[in-house]
């Protein structure tokens, strides 16, 4: 492969880094376009030895293996292991519990490459760098920053930025949208390749049901919008049931749970006064998919969803997932994506949020207007 000036440099940089072994983590971070995912690969067919792919969601994992790093996992399935002691119902449903797996294969890799490390909290960042493995770590600079947790390896400066766009990426409708937009430039209404930005008016129902994911900029339009995806789904009540797409809203690593994770209800037990139980899948891990038992508080679905957080501790903390704001979907991208452009909502942060929100989108964008 023939590369760029700045892509050599980065090439260089890291082989440097490899070689002196002086430090455990490279930053190499990258607007879209810029070819990060092509120099990981690149880096790692180079490396004498084994190198481990991994991402902080199922769906990043996902998008890694569709594009060539076939062993990519997430960070918690490489690292943690279930615990013996696992917890089992009056139902007969297990709750597997997570330990840090010291025979994990990152225990013996020569390298671990980290994609979209933004959304990697301290907790996670520690135990991944407890094995003393080096660390090359994919992130972009023109994302927003999360909004809570996450940014254990973006608090520091990149060692390498890439800001030119590489030339097979050039023609690349997305990357074209998502540049302008980084710019500050307007999406103006058309067609972007297989792409485009439409008005409201010309959204139905079944462009909105075709997407694989849905996004948002407030919690207000996600709640609305979660509630008639349930309906166009099929479903009725208020709380989850079987087949329904969940979105985890607080890490907990022991039950293997990462805040912005999607699930899907497996099943649902017995009704209680205050819980509900069920079992859940991933929704995107492929291979490394295990199944979790989760808790929730009725009145998060029955009531306005305010439950005070001395109450809410005790639970696990899952909505429902349809349509997720564009901070909740950072970290994960998907093949086709419905947008509809709240931008207007974060003035100091606009062009950040739309470039986030665009860039979550592989194949085909629809921006709502």
């Given at each position: 492969m023939?590369?760029?000036?700045q892509q050599d440099?980065?090439?260089k940089a890291v082989s440097r880094w490899l070689r002196d072994g002086d430090r455990q983590v490279f930053r190499l971070f990258g607007y879209a376009g810029t070819g990060k995912t092509t120099l990981?690969?690149?880096?790692?067919e180079g490396v004498d030895g084994e190198v481990l792919f991994a991402a902080f969601t199922g769906k990043a994992a996902q998008v890694l293996r569709a594009r060539g790093a076939h062993n990519a996992r997430t960070i918690h399935s490489l690292i943690y292991r279930p615990r013996g002691e696992a917890e089992e119902d009056e139902e007969g449903n297990v709750t597997p519990l997570f330990s840090l797996n010291r025979q994990s294969p990152l225990a013996q890799a020569d390298l671990v490459i980290i994609d979209e490390c933004s959304m990697v909290d301290e907790a996670l960042g520690r135990d991944l760098l407890s094995f003393g493995t080096p660390v090359l770590v994919l992130g972009d600079s023109g994302q927003l920053p999360p909004v809570s947790g996450g940014g254990f390896f973006t608090e520091h400066e990149p060692d390498i930025m890439l800001d030119e766009i590489?030339?097979?990426?050039?023609?690349?409708p997305i990357i074209d949208m998502a540049q302008t937009v980084r710019e500050g430039g307007t999406l103006d209404y058309g067609r972007y390749g297989e792409s485009r930005v439409i008005s409201r008016g010309e959204i139905d129902s079944e462009q909105v049901m075709a997407a694989q994911q849905v996004l948002v900029g407030i919690n207000r339009t996600r709640k609305r919008f979660n509630q008639r995806l349930r309906e166009l789904n099929g479903f009725s009540g208020l709380l989850p049931q079987a087949g329904d797409k969940l979105v985890c809203l607080r890490n907990n690593a022991e039950k293997g749970l990462l805040n912005g994770g999607l699930w899907r209800v497996a099943s649902v037990g017995k009704a209680r006064a205050q819980r509900i139980d069920m079992m859940v899948m991933p929704d995107e891990e492929g291979p490394y998919a295990t199944p979790q038992k989760i808790r929730l508080h009725r009145a998060v679905f029955e009531g306005d969803g305010e439950v005070p957080w001395a109450v809410r501790r005790a639970y696990d903390d899952f909505d429902f997932g349809y349509a997720l704001t564009v901070h909740k979907a950072q970290g994960s991208q998907w093949d086709e994506v419905v947008l509809f452009d709240e931008s207007f909502a974060f003035r100091d942060t606009r062009a950040q949020w739309l470039y986030t929100a665009v860039t979550r989108a592989a194949t085909r964008l629809t921006v709502v207007r």
């Amino acid at each position: 492969m023939s590369f760029s000036p700045q892509q050599d440099r980065a090439l260089k940089a890291v082989s440097r880094w490899l070689r002196d072994g002086d430090r455990q983590v490279f930053r190499l971070f990258g607007y879209a376009g810029t070819g990060k995912t092509t120099l990981a690969r690149h880096i790692a067919e180079g490396v004498d030895g084994e190198v481990l792919f991994a991402a902080f969601t199922g769906k990043a994992a996902q998008v890694l293996r569709a594009r060539g790093a076939h062993n990519a996992r997430t960070i918690h399935s490489l690292i943690y292991r279930p615990r013996g002691e696992a917890e089992e119902d009056e139902e007969g449903n297990v709750t597997p519990l997570f330990s840090l797996n010291r025979q994990s294969p990152l225990a013996q890799a020569d390298l671990v490459i980290i994609d979209e490390c933004s959304m990697v909290d301290e907790a996670l960042g520690r135990d991944l760098l407890s094995f003393g493995t080096p660390v090359l770590v994919l992130g972009d600079s023109g994302q927003l920053p999360p909004v809570s947790g996450g940014g254990f390896f973006t608090e520091h400066e990149p060692d390498i930025m890439l800001d030119e766009i590489h030339r097979q990426a050039r023609d690349n409708p997305i990357i074209d949208m998502a540049q302008t937009v980084r710019e500050g430039g307007t999406l103006d209404y058309g067609r972007y390749g297989e792409s485009r930005v439409i008005s409201r008016g010309e959204i139905d129902s079944e462009q909105v049901m075709a997407a694989q994911q849905v996004l948002v900029g407030i919690n207000r339009t996600r709640k609305r919008f979660n509630q008639r995806l349930r309906e166009l789904n099929g479903f009725s009540g208020l709380l989850p049931q079987a087949g329904d797409k969940l979105v985890c809203l607080r890490n907990n690593a022991e039950k293997g749970l990462l805040n912005g994770g999607l699930w899907r209800v497996a099943s649902v037990g017995k009704a209680r006064a205050q819980r509900i139980d069920m079992m859940v899948m991933p929704d995107e891990e492929g291979p490394y998919a295990t199944p979790q038992k989760i808790r929730l508080h009725r009145a998060v679905f029955e009531g306005d969803g305010e439950v005070p957080w001395a109450v809410r501790r005790a639970y696990d903390d899952f909505d429902f997932g349809y349509a997720l704001t564009v901070h909740k979907a950072q970290g994960s991208q998907w093949d086709e994506v419905v947008l509809f452009d709240e931008s207007f909502a974060f003035r100091d942060t606009r062009a950040q949020w739309l470039y986030t929100a665009v860039t979550r989108a592989a194949t085909r964008l629809t921006v709502v207007r």
